[in-house]
């Protein structure tokens, strides 16, 4: 039985960013959706909090049956564990991409900081934005990362959020099996070893020459890591395979594609 996905974007972007995963899904006759989190998309103006957040990721799960693969990025990788964390019934596998550090104190302060700082340029650091979004990205990466707007005024509310989180924790909750994809060059995958060894049944997936924004730097390699994740959940609930215990740990191999 198919299972569909539900995929949650980065700080910033909306469900845009995902457009290239989406039409993939979509071709291979799967039920796929993307969300706007609080904040972000057709949702700038919200605040926001972790909380709504894996709300808004509870309902769309509901929405498409009760069950799903999630996938989540950066900060949708945040939220996509710790709603598999508080709502393991509903998730058949995870997917968590460009999220393998913890998010510090002292790093979010200075982030928040410099946040701050650019939201008070004249334009509210728009053409900023465009500038880094233009210079990290391909050019179909980057129409697909700003079709949906950027929501530059929500960094320091999630920041705010984020001292809160605790992914290894929740990490150590989820019963499915997870995935953690990271690009190579990503400065987000500094303890993706620990991250790795709190996981119940988890495997690490390294993606060459990518940045932290790897379903846009990527994305044929992206959507085929999530395509071979789906087809061994599918494969495990068809023949009723219950969860290997704690299989991973910080000298498991990496998988490179």
Do not use: K
Request: glycine residues 10%; contains cysteine.
């Amino acid at each position: 039985m198919s299972v569909p996905v539900v995929l949650v974007h980065g700080l910033r972007t909306s469900r845009t960013m995902w457009r290239a995963q989406l039409e993939s899904l979509e071709r291979a006759g799967r039920t796929a959706v993307a969300v706007d989190l609080p904040g972000h998309g057709s949702r700038i103006g919200e605040p926001f909090t972790l909380d709504a957040a894996v709300d808004t990721v509870a309902v769309a799960v509901d929405e498409v049956g009760g069950g799903a693969f999630v996938g989540g990025l950066s900060l949708g990788g945040y939220v996509a564990i710790r709603h598999a964390a508080r709502h393991p019934e509903q998730v058949r596998g995870l997917l968590a991409a460009s999220c393998s550090t913890r998010p510090h104190r002292i790093l979010l302060s200075g982030w928040a900081f410099g946040a701050r700082y650019i939201v008070r340029l004249p334009d509210g650091g728009a053409r900023l934005n465009q500038f880094f979004v233009d210079l990290a990205l391909p050019p179909t990466g980057a129409a697909d990362a700003g079709a949906g707007g950027f929501a530059l005024e929500v960094t320091d509310d999630v920041l705010r959020e984020m001292a809160a989180a605790t992914p290894l924790e929740d990490l150590g909750r989820v019963e499915a099996p997870v995935w953690l994809v990271n690009g190579r060059l990503d400065h987000f995958r500094g303890e993706e070893r620990r991250f790795l060894a709190a996981c119940r049944d988890g495997r690490l997936v390294v993606v060459p020459g990518a940045t932290h924004l790897v379903n846009l730097v990527q994305p044929a390699r992206f959507t085929r890591v999530l395509l071979e994740a789906l087809a061994e959940v599918e494969d495990r609930n068809g023949q009723e395979v219950s969860p290997r215990p704690f299989i991973a740990s910080a000298n498991a191999p990496v998988t490179e594609i």
